[in-house]
């Protein structure tokens, strides 16, 4: 292993990984995105609904209006940045999305100040709540309870300074509580899921380790007895016979030197190989296998590009996805089988290009390829694809500085 090598995978494996679901099971977070439209919808329906309900006491109708098409706009905007084709989210978005609801509610409560009659049906609080109960699963929990903290307070403070004109006279802290519990119990509620769906996550991972680690000497004696199964078979499909032609007329000529030769060196160019095969490679080949292509076909070593080795970079998630990628493309109806091709370049940040003919159209092919993708960005890589004139590109790299 040279030293650049070395080096990266240090540099990659000591990163720090956020512990979100969407960082540790992104397939399974891009699911659940159907959550996040249908908050929003709830949220906007309620802020309507609410704001007829006021419309006695609004002060200023036209904030009222502000304030709900820019909850309108937050919306669109969480709906889209929550997309799996955009993942994952980073801390500046999840504090735009709740920071622009907070001041949706803002605007609301100056609507309707010093006319509010009751704080209960007020929707700042309800609809920066249902926001909050979504980012747990995007972002560190620590980070959404802060935030959720924040909207509380403010929303807290505005229900207290409210307190004087509400039409049931009571303690300012009773009406700042009943603001503030929505937020922080939602947020809450959100955070106990995501910190629930973590420890499994990670549980799982810890078992899977402990399970591959008991298996790995298995794994090791049956890769040893593929490739002496593998040197077998070539000797006796052609060095067997011709040995025992050898002995039975006991006379070298110049063509058995030549056949020798020739038999030598396919052999060694086997047993090189066999040496050289790696993780890539044998994921690409058993995909192709099922495509009807040989595996120990003398092209077979020529559809991976890794001269540096550089799939020992990723890690068991990102191998899993990359696998997964790969046996996606190789299945798709329309490829050419023998033109697949991946190439692994630049030992620092090591970038992946695979390469293929397939006859589908690109809104196809984003279908198929897009939740891997996302999925890949999850894991703290860069990932992309582009499909012209029939050859599909999928790219996937090691960005040079943390992505936000």
């Given at each position: 292993m040279?030293r650049?090598?070395?080096?990266?995978i240090?540099r990659?494996?000591s990163l720090?990984?956020e512990?979100?679901?969407q960082?540790l099971?992104?397939?399974g977070?891009?699911?659940a995105?159907l959550?996040v439209?249908?908050?929003?919808?709830?949220?906007?329906?309620y802020?309507i609904?609410?704001?007829?309900?006021?419309?006695d006491?609004?002060?200023s109708p036209?904030?009222?209006?502000v304030?709900i098409?820019?909850?309108?706009?937050?919306?669109v905007?969480?709906i889209?940045?929550?997309h799996?084709?955009?993942?994952?989210?980073?801390?500046w978005?999840?504090?735009?999305?709740?920071?622009?609801?907070?001041?949706?509610a803002?605007?609301?409560d100056?609507a309707?100040?010093?006319?509010n009659?009751r704080i209960?049906?007020?929707?700042g609080?309800?609809a920066?709540?249902?926001?909050?109960?979504a980012?747990?699963?995007y972002?560190?929990?620590?980070?959404?309870?802060?935030?959720?903290?924040i909207?509380?307070?403010?929303l807290g403070?505005?229900a207290?300074?409210?307190?004087?004109s509400?039409a049931?006279a009571?303690?300012?802290i009773?009406y700042?509580?009943?603001?503030a519990?929505?937020?922080?119990a939602l947020?809450c509620?959100?955070?106990?899921?995501a910190?629930?769906?973590?420890?499994e996550?990670?549980r799982?991972?810890?078992?899977?380790r402990?399970?591959q680690?008991?298996l790995?000497g298995?794994?090791?004696?049956?890769?040893?007895?593929m490739i002496?199964?593998e040197?077998?078979?070539?000797?006796?499909?052609?060095?067997?016979?011709f040995?025992?032609?050898?002995?039975?007329?006991?006379?070298i000529g110049?063509?058995?030197r030549a056949?020798?030769?020739?038999i030598?060196?396919?052999?060694?160019?086997?047993?090189?190989?066999s040496?050289?095969r790696?993780?890539?490679s044998e994921?690409?080949a058993l995909?192709?296998?099922?495509?009807?292509?040989?595996?120990a076909a003398p092209e077979a070593?020529?559809?991976?590009?890794d001269?540096d080795?550089l799939d020992?970079?990723?890690t068991?998630e990102?191998?899993a996805?990359?696998?997964?990628?790969?046996?996606?493309v190789v299945?798709l109806?329309?490829?050419?089988p023998?033109?697949?091709?991946v190439?692994?370049a630049?030992?620092?940040?090591?970038v992946?290009?695979?390469?293929a003919r397939?006859?589908?159209?690109?809104?196809?092919?984003r279908?198929?390829?897009?939740p891997f993708?996302s999925?890949?960005?999850s894991?703290s890589?860069?990932?992309a694809?582009?499909a012209d004139?029939?050859i599909?590109?999928v790219?996937f790299?090691?960005?040079?500085?943390r992505?936000?």
């Amino acid at each position: 292993m040279s030293r650049v090598v070395a080096d990266t995978i240090v540099r990659v494996r000591s990163l720090p990984t956020e512990r979100t679901p969407q960082r540790l099971d992104p397939l399974g977070v891009q699911s659940a995105w159907l959550l996040v439209p249908l908050i929003g919808l709830v949220a906007v329906g309620y802020a309507i609904a609410s704001t007829v309900w006021h419309r006695d006491q609004l002060r200023s109708p036209l904030l009222a209006v502000v304030a709900i098409a820019l909850l309108v706009l937050v919306t669109v905007v969480a709906i889209i940045r929550t997309h799996p084709g955009l993942a994952p989210i980073g801390r500046w978005s999840h504090l735009a999305i709740v920071g622009f609801a907070l001041a949706a509610a803002c605007l609301f409560d100056s609507a309707v100040w010093g006319r509010n009659e009751r704080i209960q049906d007020d929707w700042g609080q309800v609809a920066v709540a249902l926001f909050l109960i979504a980012m747990p699963l995007y972002r560190p929990i620590a980070e959404v309870l802060v935030v959720a903290v924040i909207g509380a307070i403010v929303l807290g403070t505005l229900a207290a300074l409210q307190a004087s004109s509400l039409a049931i006279a009571t303690s300012p802290i009773v009406y700042a509580t009943v603001a503030a519990t929505p937020v922080l119990a939602l947020a809450c509620g959100g955070a106990g899921y995501a910190w629930t769906m973590t420890g499994e996550t990670l549980r799982w991972r810890e078992q899977a380790r402990s399970g591959q680690a008991r298996l790995d000497g298995e794994l090791r004696q049956a890769a040893e007895r593929m490739i002496a199964q593998e040197r077998a078979t070539a000797l006796n499909a052609e060095a067997a016979p011709f040995l025992s032609e050898l002995l039975a007329t006991g006379r070298i000529g110049e063509a058995d030197r030549a056949t020798a030769l020739r038999i030598a060196g396919e052999l060694r160019r086997s047993a090189v190989a066999s040496v050289e095969r790696t993780w890539l490679s044998e994921t690409l080949a058993l995909a192709l296998a099922r495509r009807g292509l040989d595996p120990a076909a003398p092209e077979a070593a020529e559809r991976v590009s890794d001269p540096d080795r550089l799939d020992r970079v990723l890690t068991e998630e990102q191998r899993a996805i990359v696998g997964a990628i790969v046996a996606t493309v190789v299945a798709l109806p329309g490829l050419d089988p023998a033109s697949v091709r991946v190439e692994v370049a630049e030992p620092q940040h090591p970038v992946f290009v695979l390469t293929a003919r397939v006859g589908l159209s690109r809104r196809r092919l984003r279908q198929e390829l897009l939740p891997f993708l996302s999925a890949l960005r999850s894991v703290s890589m860069e990932a992309a694809m582009r499909a012209d004139e029939r050859i599909l590109t999928v790219r996937f790299a090691y960005p040079e500085g943390r992505r936000r």
